[in-house]
């Protein structure tokens, strides 16, 4: 939508709250320890770019939807180290309601062909778990260094990952672990950054590493690279937050080299 094409990574939209909790321990040097329970819903589309076809040799994506519901609890280990650990629960498929929803918007709000879905991902129950630690690094008043190890292993995507960026300003841009509660500094910020990804298994692609029921299916590449840039602005009550993503090829077909989405996200601060 925001680069007038649609192809690949098409959707995603992500409902979470979250809540910070609090307690204070005594030791040689007492400081407040914290920790995030967060709760999310989510909903990620895929198709190919070849996408009113219905002739899969013209595909270089498969349609795929994948609807979970995630479980996460990020706890402070040090004033500037956290780890996470997560539970996701969803449904590939017609359960995931990508197929629907994607047509459902092109006839009501661009008033535009549907598309095919012609041979998606199969329908599916899937399980997967969370890992991660990060790392920030004050450089002085006006920078940071963010680092990150994320990992994932489950039925829908099992792999380890590597974070690194700058953020100049008083906003820490990039929510942790999909934390928008971390770091709540006032003002603005801008994050430059790269994130790596090792896939062991993409089922989105490659289909089921248990089975072979998907009708179709393509090589997928297990490295990965994104380019992020994101702006935040963090008021009392709110934080606007709007990141760039360049990526690198999911599958060895793919004719483009790269792929460019846009996350907005608007989080609003509850008082206890």
Not at 41 to 65: C, H, M, T, V, W
Not at 78 to 88: D, K, M, P
Not at 118 to 143: E, R
């Amino acid at each position: 939508m925001y680069f007038l094409d649609d192809h690949y990574y098409s959707s995603g939209i992500f409902l979470q709250y979250g809540k910070i909790n609090e307690s204070t321990e005594k030791a040689s040097n007492t400081f407040n320890k914290k920790s995030y329970s967060l709760w999310e819903l989510g909903q990620k589309i895929y198709n190919p770019s070849a996408r009113f076809s219905k002739d899969i040799l013209e595909y270089d994506y498969p349609y795929g939807g994948w609807l979970y519901v995630q479980y996460s609890k990020q706890k402070k280990l040090t004033e500037n180290s956290n780890w996470q650990w997560g539970l996701q629960l969803g449904f590939t498929g017609e359960a995931s309601l990508a197929h629907w929803l994607q047509n459902k918007y092109h006839k009501v709000f661009l008033n535009i062909s549907e598309m095919s879905w012609t041979d998606q991902v199969p329908q599916s129950f899937h399980l997967n778990f969370l890992f991660n630690y990060f790392k920030k690094y004050k450089i002085n008043s006006a920078m940071k260094v963010n680092a990150e190890v994320f990992s994932m292993f489950g039925t829908q995507k099992t792999g380890l990952g590597l974070r690194a960026g700058l953020v100049f300003g008083d906003s820490f841009v990039l929510p942790l672990g999909g934390n928008y509660l971390f770091d709540q500094n006032k003002g603005d910020g801008l994050y430059f950054g790269i994130k790596t990804d090792y896939l062991i298994h993409d089922y989105m692609i490659s289909g089921s590493f248990l089975n072979q029921n998907a009708p179709f299916t393509l090589p997928s590449i297990p490295f990965r690279t994104t380019i992020e840039s994101g702006f935040s602005y963090h008021s009392k009550e709110w934080k606007f937050l709007i990141m760039y993503n360049q990526s690198s090829r999911d599958n060895s077909i793919q004719p483009r080299k790269n792929h460019r989405f846009l996350n907005i996200t608007i989080t609003h601060f509850l008082s206890n």
